[in-house]
């Protein structure tokens, strides 16, 4: 009754508005005899004056009513598309947001991380928003695009998601203020009503609906043999880096194993592994380095004791600066950082990395490096690394910065000595064999003679000590390193700091601070059998180190 008591009031004012009165008067017409069919088939009574007029055939009210129907439709189209036309005014300042709130309007046009969702918190958020921030201070006033800071946002949410929050900044003006390829495209108005109120929450709502229009999908990831999965398939897993030769005979004696029958059919392996260990080409004559590295004590001494302390990989930045004229990278500072683990890789948690870089530009130096350490096995760059090492070396070329890897091995079982070994790579542009990868090229690695700041590598020490000392990961340091030798692995580490401190500081001061090193270790540290696991003559056993 109301919706056609609207149409008739429609309809007259048009009648009497307009001046071709026959079309109007026969709608007008039209809807007064529904009023009356209507009238009757209800039976309470009410008289209408349109009783009096003629009346039109069952079919052509039908016909009528979907008329009406388009009539209304159109008229909405129309207006609709009238403001589709329409572009949001370009944001007129650079606007600065506070890294530790979140606003009402960021919940609005970002709802899914505030609706009580597991995987989507307003602190995973936070992180991916300030991260985005950070990265356009770093990079402005170049334009900052979704590409380039997916790389250090791995597991805090999908590509979309992450795409969503960076269009919300760019509409809003905290990022990619000034340059060109910012776009910014009114979208359709969907609620009139919210129009006639404000304009404010209107752009808004409009942007939650444009936001929320980009579908979301589900993260997919390769499991070890190359194949397409789900994440949450390969949560709690662990995988080992393989060299070509062990990966070739494990295949083998796969191939020897009777075959289980299984109603699910397995999916078929691949030929792409992407934990598969690739050995490093040497510079020659033929291809020169391109520049020098020169490595501080105080750098080998953190990375050296930070990777002695995990059985799981360990990852952090490395500080330095670089000389276009002499072509030389000095790396001056290493910063430990927390690490992100998906059962396949060691990734670098963001909050964390940012945390990194703000520490390194304080005491001065620029980003020009990262370092991970390979536990138990060779320190030689993985498929995975190779790809990770390209992507950063690609972001800071651009402006014209340099970017090297790092990767330490504390307890490799080919290893014979009790030194840890680093290799210190680029990836070249050079294309393997087979098409699938680029080649990793090892520097020759100098030894800068500064001493290190004391109190700084003392302080870092706390820090590893108090992250991993209760840790599943965490090394037994007092236990034997390994079955043939007679060193515990705190011995070890000792021994890998007094190599690097012997050329750039005398015996003494060198066997104090090892003293104090040791100290720290006995003091804080607990072994599986202070946690209550006693074991005779226990040893780390190198499976366990290829978690």
Known sequence: METLSSSRITFWTEKESTSDKKPVELNDLKCNKLMKNHDK???????????????????????????????????????????????????????????NTIQEEEKQAIPEFFEGRQAKTPERYLKIRNYILDQWEICKPKYLNKTSVRPGLKNCGDVNCIGRIHTYLELIGAINFGCEQAVYNRPQPVDKVRIRDRKDAVEAYQLAQRLQSMRTRRRRVRDPWGNWCDAKDLEGQTFEHLSAEELARRREEEKCKPIKSSKVQRPTKSSFDPFQLIPCNFFSEGKQEPFQVKVASEALLIMDLHAHVSMAEVIGLLGGRYSEVDKIVEVCAAEPCNSL?????????????????????????????????????????????????AKYQSYF????????????????????????????????????????????????????????????????????IEKYRLSHSSVPMDKIFRRNSDLTCLQKLLECLRKTLSKVTNRFIAEEFLTQIENLFLSNYKSKQGNGVAEENYTVDPKELLM
């Not at 703000?358 to 190779?386: K, Q």
């Not at 091995?409 to 294309?431: A, G, H, K, W």
């Not at 090229?441 to 100098?446: A, D, L, M, N, T």
């Open 41 to 99: 088939h209800d039976g309470n009574g009410i008289v209408d004056d349109t009783s009096l007029l003629p009346s039109p055939e069952p079919c052509e009210v039908q016909k009528d009513l979907s008329d009406n129907e388009m009539l209304f439709n159109s008229s909405c189209q129309m207006e609709e598309e009238h403001h589709e036309e329409e572009e949001l005014k370009p944001p007129e300042q650079e606007v600065e947001i506070d890294r």
């Open 397 to 464: 070329s651009r402006g014209g910065a340099k970017f090297i890897g790092m990767i330490v091995s504390p307890y490799n079982r080919n290893n014979p000595l009790p030194y840890s070994q680093i290799t210190c790579l680029v990836i070249s542009d050079e294309i393997s064999p087979d098409g699938s990868y680029r080649l990793p090229y090892k520097f020759e690695v100098q030894q800068m003679l500064e001493e290190p700041q004391w109190g700084l590598v003392f302080e870092k020490t706390r820090w590893i």
């Open 341 to 389: 683990s998906t059962g396949l890789q060691c990734e670098m948690d963001p909050v964390s990395q940012t945390q990194a870089s703000e520490a390194l530009a304080v005491r001065g130096y620029s980003v020009i490096g990262w370092y991970h350490s390979h536990p138990a096995f060779d320190p030689n760059p993985s498929l995975r690394d190779i790809d990770t090492q």
